[in-house]
């Protein structure tokens, strides 16, 4: 057990619709990230938080977005939902902002849009 | 369910071998690497870790092995075991604050 939690683990929606995500990190972990893992594109890093404020961003969409609690849980909102969007959502944490320390995975979020 | 790819690289080794998982990096300015497993339906589980100025690493019957010279990163496994099944991942961070992940390896232990 990494010590992640993530919520729900599965969600099926249809294509136009709202959904959000939700993280909660280890215990002591400032940093926050979240990652997409569909079929043809592994592990695509879509955006990070530290301590409540956005710290990097990867390929995240407009559609697409984030933010981190004064309790450090976080929530990842994705919005128009397209077919493609079909994925598996990861939530990590680490101790350190820098990447310099290793990521700890959540067991993710599958979410299916039909 | 699939977590990964239809078309990763495969390994497969019969139980007790050891087995060697391959990574060429992007970036010879990376300085932090990290292996990760992904069983099935699970997130990524930090295996090991090694950086820039070390060659090698040995935990609990794994072992990673940096040449930066040709950017290689490889995970080593000691007398694999049916539970070693996974998709493996190695991950590079280039002093920034995320880490890149390659495509994967799948292993599969034959009994």
């Known amino acids: 057990d990494s010590g992640v939690t993530q919520t729900p683990k599965h969600l099926i929606t249809a294509t136009g619709q709202r959904v959000t995500l939700r993280c909660s990190p280890r215990s002591g972990d400032l940093s926050v990230y979240w990652y997409q893992q569909s079929l043809d594109q592994g592990l695509q890093f879509l955006i990070q938080?530290?301590?409540?404020?956005?710290?990097a961003k990867g390929n995240i969409l407009e559609r697409f977005s984030a933010q981190q609690f004064p309790d450090l849980h976080s929530e990842l909102n994705l919005s128009s939902l397209e077919l493609g969007d079909s994925a598996l959502y990861f939530c990590?944490?680490?101790?350190?902002?820098?990447?310099?320390?290793?990521?700890?995975f959540g067991n993710g979020t599958r979410l299916t849009v039909t | 369910g699939e977590s990964v790819g239809l078309h990763l690289p495969t390994l497969s080794v019969q139980e007790g071998d050891n087995s060697i998982i391959n990574c060429a990096y992007s970036n010879s300015a990376s300085d932090y690497f990290i292996w990760y497993k992904q069983e099935s339906g699970k997130g990524p589980q930090f295996i090991i870790d090694i950086r820039s100025n070390m060659d090698k690493r040995q935990g609990q019957r794994v072992t990673v092995l940096l040449n930066k010279t040709v950017k290689h990163l490889s995970l080593q496994i000691a007398a694999t075991q049916p539970g070693d099944s996974a998709v493996y991942f190695c991950a590079e961070n280039l002093n920034t604050d995320k880490l890149i992940f390659g495509t994967g390896t799948r292993l599969q232990v034959f009994p």
């Open positions: 990590a944490s680490s101790r350190r902002v820098d990447g310099s320390s290793p990521l700890h």
């Open positions: 938080y530290y301590n409540g404020e956005e710290r």
